[in-house]
């Protein structure tokens, strides 16, 4: 959710996922990048500077996640509730 909004650069999504390590953050840009649902630009400058931001197909990709998000939300309570039976 952190691309919604526009653009961040490797550091800014560093700083927003603090239990990610950087390795994995990193690995995990590269196959969502691979997957066309991040794009990555270089510019050619000194330090480097590389920005993140969603494709139009990861935009729409965030359309779903958001309205699965809501769902569980909001069926939150019941969902747990049937987990808990389930699992006793």
Do not use: C, W
């Not at 959710?1 to 690995?27: K, T």
């Not at 309570?77 to 987990?83: G, I």
């Amino acid at each position: 959710m952190l691309l919604q909004d526009g653009p961040m650069r490797l550091s800014e999504l560093r700083r927003a996922l603090i239990h990610v390590s950087n390795s994995a953050l990193i690995r995990q840009l590269q196959e969502l990048e691979q997957d066309n649902i991040v794009d990555r630009t270089v510019y050619p400058e000194v330090p480097p500077h590389v920005d993140y931001r969603l494709t139009d197909t990861g935009t729409d990709l965030m359309d779903v996640i958001v309205s699965m998000r809501d769902f569980g939300e909001a069926h939150n309570a019941v969902l747990q509730k049937e987990m808990i039976n389930k699992n006793s």
